[in-house]
């Protein structure tokens, strides 16, 4: 059983560029996060997905933030014109949970892409 | 809002000492959940323990144990006798009602750097 997997590791990239990453979720996990954690915090949390559907944003993801998991598999997010403020690790992580169900199933995450913004 | 607080944000112990990192959580809802995740240095959290708000009774994973108290909303956790493979940030996390919303979008708190010297 392999665990989430997330690509690339690392991105450096130059303040206004686009950036994308992916995330592949544990294969029979139906729900999907986002977080982004900066350096000496916690991870807040950016989005989340049901399958296919993205269910929740948090104000955190501006407008230049986009994410996508097209069939309900993996997942990417995209930011548009990066900004210096955008550096961080963002971090993927899956659960189990059935559609319109209540739980509260514990989060697998993956290594992470930690972005630097020059 | 529910909010997730962990006042040590550094703790040095020497090997084969025991060591409580402390967790004091807020929300408006009876219903949650409480995590601990761990944080090597390669950087992927790692699940520990998921505790209900219903269930009060302490838990105990080898040199792990974990001490949740309604009384002063604290979710605490022991490593007995540490060991230099400990060293890690420690995160604590809530889930509740309110951010079910997010089918149990986690709320962090800024979590514990411990480090075991030999």
């Known amino acids: 059983d392999t665990g989430v997997s997330q690509d690339p590791r690392h991105k450096i990239t130059k303040r206004g560029q686009n950036v994308t990453f992916r995330c592949d979720p544990i294969?029979?996990?139906?729900?999907l996060y986002w977080y982004r954690q900066t350096l000496g915090q916690g991870p807040e949390f950016l989005t989340y997905f049901q399958n296919e559907a993205q269910l929740e944003k948090s104000r955190l993801l501006s407008d230049r933030f986009s994410a996508e998991r097209p069939k309900g598999s993996f997942s990417t997010l995209e930011i548009q014109r990066t900004e210096q403020g955008d550096s961080a690790m963002y971090l993927c992580a899956s659960s189990s949970g059935l559609a319109g169900v209540v739980s509260y199933n514990e989060q697998f995450f993956g290594p992470g892409t930690r972005l630097t913004v020059l | 809002a529910q909010k997730v607080t962990q006042a040590q944000t550094e703790i040095s112990v020497v090997e084969k000492e025991d060591v409580t990192l402390d967790c004091v959580y807020e929300t408006r809802d009876t219903t949650y959940y409480l995590f601990w995740y761990k944080q090597p240095p390669s950087g992927e959290l790692v699940f520990l323990i998921r505790?209900?708000?219903?269930?009060?009774q302490n838990e105990i994973s080898g040199r792990y144990s974990w001490n949740f108290q309604k009384s002063t909303s604290s979710f605490n956790f022991t490593i007995t006798a540490s060991q230099v493979v400990d060293s890690a940030v420690y995160f604590c996390a809530l889930s509740d009602r309110h951010s079910n919303n997010a089918g149990n979008m986690l709320t962090f708190g800024g979590g514990t750097r411990l480090m075991v010297k030999p």
């Open positions: 294969s029979e996990h139906n729900r």
């Open positions: 505790r209900n708000s219903f269930d009060e």
